[in-house]
């Protein structure tokens, strides 16, 4: 099932990104990743009450808040920096370069981690960087 949600989390960022790009268009970008983390945060805690998950807060350990919290933040300066780019340059572009996150959460998760690193994997990285070096020039 995590390939289906994979395949939809891509094709959400993806049409962010066609979104993003027309709502941006004279928009201070700060203000606009300010609006749409207000819808996104609606939106989680509507699942999350929906399904019931309010209560799982409580069985959350320092370590877990700790982390989750530096995910947010890791992610408000993605969306930060990602609209400003967008802004500045062609979606085909700033898409592909943003997606250099991959081969980079790659490395980070060998390093941090300690994931074992796979033929397959490093070659998918490498043709990444190259498709996003090859998308830039």
Same mark, same amino acid.
């Given at each position: 099932m995590w390939s289906v949600y994979a395949l939809l989390? #891509? =094709?959400? @960022? @993806? +049409?962010t990104a066609i979104f993003a790009k027309v709502g941006i268009k004279g928009v201070d970008t700060n203000l606009a990743t300010a609006i749409r983390t207000v819808v996104i945060l609606i939106i989680a805690w509507l699942i999350v009450l929906v399904k019931g998950s309010i209560n799982a807060q409580t069985t959350l350990? !320092? /370590?877990?808040?700790l982390f989750l919290i530096l995910s947010g933040i890791a992610t408000g300066l993605s969306w930060i920096f990602y609209f400003k780019a967008l802004q500045a340059g062609k979606v085909s572009q700033v898409a592909a370069v943003d997606k250099l996150s991959v081969a980079l959460a790659i490395i980070l998760s060998v390093v941090f981690l300690k994931e074992v690193l /796979? =033929? !397959? /994997? @490093?070659?998918? @990285? #490498? +043709? %990444? %960087?190259a498709g996003t070096v090859t998308l830039i020039l």
């Amino acid at each position: 099932m995590w390939s289906v949600y994979a395949l939809l989390s #891509a =094709l959400f @960022a @993806a +049409l962010t990104a066609i979104f993003a790009k027309v709502g941006i268009k004279g928009v201070d970008t700060n203000l606009a990743t300010a609006i749409r983390t207000v819808v996104i945060l609606i939106i989680a805690w509507l699942i999350v009450l929906v399904k019931g998950s309010i209560n799982a807060q409580t069985t959350l350990s !320092k /370590t877990n808040w700790l982390f989750l919290i530096l995910s947010g933040i890791a992610t408000g300066l993605s969306w930060i920096f990602y609209f400003k780019a967008l802004q500045a340059g062609k979606v085909s572009q700033v898409a592909a370069v943003d997606k250099l996150s991959v081969a980079l959460a790659i490395i980070l998760s060998v390093v941090f981690l300690k994931e074992v690193l /796979t =033929l !397959k /994997t @490093a070659i998918g @990285a #490498a +043709l %990444i %960087i190259a498709g996003t070096v090859t998308l830039i020039l």
